[in-house]
């Protein structure tokens, strides 16, 4: 993943805001370890952290074409796609960064651009010509993205905690914040952002402040279509939608594995990269967690009657992956509680989030990438 953040302001001069948005920046290091970089004018000040993933010569971020500059957070699907669209219409690049597709399909596209992305993301768009900025967050909301309106313009960021290091973003929490973090979570209401000064860019929605003010609009739906396919149909289209989204979340310039839990949803993706990575005359590398003791306490219920371990050895085996198996104790789960609640910035599922935010952790020793079945932050984990 990436870290973005940014001011906009109409009153105020934004080159003097350095101070503040580097403590932003700070807070967003641990999202994009790999680089750092800000745009500065009168108006805007934009910071980006980079996990590079892609194109690590010509994806550097905030990125400026002609009067836009972008800062990104995220993954595009299509981007071959989108590019071979855009040279039809003229359009030079530099590298072959999705950054660079999604900057360019703004500025030839408008805010219309997002109805063509495949992909997860979240980013930020400041036009130095009109004096506006766009914001957008995919379909489905797999990246984050806050914001805080202010005196004269707005603030925003990937994270919760670095809005806080804003002056002009007030750490108070209501009643219904409180509510959220006691009885909705760890999940939360659509747009929100629990602190009384922030909210959330929903997904599948996108934003536009100019002078005049800012105002938030969906551009997708989800739509329910009646099923006329029969099961035959059903389970190739099923098959055909599968392999192609794992296809094209293969795509990297750095070293990517594979969660695998034994499970349908890890086993299924595990095998279709497998498959990819053996046609290149490559070996998909798997990793899997456990915890000590487990097999002793273990006891089988409706909910779960079986271990993971021996489906992981076998899914392992019929692979041929090189797996790792990443074993945790209860002192560690413990300890790493803190850790693991800054890291997705509110009160979650406890030893559930630390046991993945360590599992992550260790596969970053040789992986920035790993694919996972995980309904989590995101489907495509960047560790």
Known sequence: MCGIAGQIGYEEDMRRMSGVMQQMSAVLAPRGPDASGIYCDENAFFVHRRLIVIDPENGAQPMSYENYTLVYNGELYNTAEIRRELERKGVEFIGHSDTEVVLKAYAVFGED?????????????????????????????VKPLFYSLTRDGIVFASEIKALL???????????????EIMLVGPAKRTGSGVFR???????????????????????????????????????????????DAVKRQLVSDVPLCCFLSGGLDSSVISAIAAKEFAQ????????????????????????QPDEDAPWIVKMAEFLGSEH????????ELA???????????????????????????EIKRKFPVALSGECADEHKHTC
Request: overall charge neutral.
């Open 113 to 141: 651009c997002v109805k063509l992305f495949n992909g997860i993301f979240a980013f930020a768009v400041w036009d130095s010509r009109n004096r506006s900025l766009f914001l957008a967050r995919d379909r489905i909301g």
């Open 165 to 179: 290091k804003h002056p002009a973003v007030k750490p108070i929490v209501t009643q219904d914040g409180i509510a």
């Open 280 to 303: 290149q005359g490559k070996r998909l590398s798997t990793w899997s967690i456990d915890y000590k003791f487990n097999h002793q306490n273990f006891k089988a219920s409706s909910f």
């Open 335 to 361: 300890d790493a509680l803190d850790d693991s609640t800054r890291a997705r910035d509110l009160p979650g599922m406890a030893d559930v989030d630390s046991s993945l935010y360590l599992f992550c952790r």
């Open 197 to 243: 000064d922030i909210k959330e860019i929903p997904a599948a929605h996108c934003g536009m402040l100019t002078e005049s003010g800012f105002t938030v609009s969906k551009y997708w739906e989800l739509k329910a279509k009646p099923h006329t396919e029969n099961f035959t149909e059903t389970s190739e289209h099923v098959r055909e939608l599968i392999t």
């Open 324 to 331: 790792t198996n990443v074993v945790l104790d209860t002192e």
